[in-house]
């Protein structure tokens, strides 16, 4: 760990679609390398004073971007070494996604939809979800966002075992991606 940590000269910054893994992975990673990790829906939470779902219901997808926006900028603009789990639109957004492109190594945790829909059925604070069909909701977010997301530095797949097996992954993935850029 400590090899991978000391070639690390910017941020990590996770990426996917909701229910990707990003918070819960982003959080053993951080610990895994003895780095800082910050949860960016975490961070709206407290500079808002209301749940991340709640901000976006009652103000708006558009203004919820754009503070989301505005946040992710300032959390990668210090090049700070640390791990950051971003919420599940970040990387969609092609001035943001430039911005952690150049800023980040950006890391995309890509599981599958029945999986995506699992983990998101666990709690009712996604609002793009309260819809009749949250299944095809996902579907339908997942072909918009793709291409965007393959953008990524990396890309790790996230399925069904365990967060300790996706964390490995990324570490043998950043490591291949260091020495590629070594």
Do not use: C, N
Not at 85 to 94: L, S
Not at 151 to 177: K, N, P, Y
Request: net charge negative; charged share 35%.
């Amino acid at each position: 760990m400590q090899k991978v940590r000391d070639r690390l000269d910017r941020p990590i910054v996770l990426v996917g679609l909701m229910g990707a893994g990003k918070s819960t992975v982003g959080r053993r990673l951080a610990r895994r390398l003895q780095l800082p990790f910050i949860d960016s829906d975490t961070e709206i939470e407290d500079a808002v004073g209301l749940p991340a779902g709640e901000v976006f219901e009652r103000y708006g997808e558009e203004e919820y971007r754009e503070g989301e926006r505005r946040l992710v900028a300032r959390l990668v603009e210090s090049q700070e070494v640390r791990v950051i789990a971003t919420g599940g639109g970040v990387f969609v957004d092609p001035v943001t996604r430039k911005l952690l492109k150049e800023r980040g190594l950006t890391i995309w945790l890509d599981a599958p939809v029945d999986v995506l829909v699992q983990r998101t059925s666990r709690r009712d604070t996604r609002p793009l979800l309260k819809t009749p069909d949250p299944k095809a909701t996902i579907e339908q977010i997942a072909a918009l966002e793709r291409a965007a997301y393959a953008e990524a530095d990396i890309h790790v797949r996230s399925g069904s075992g365990g967060h300790a097996d996706v964390v490995d992954s990324i570490i043998e993935a950043m490591e291949t991606f260091l020495d590629r850029r070594a």
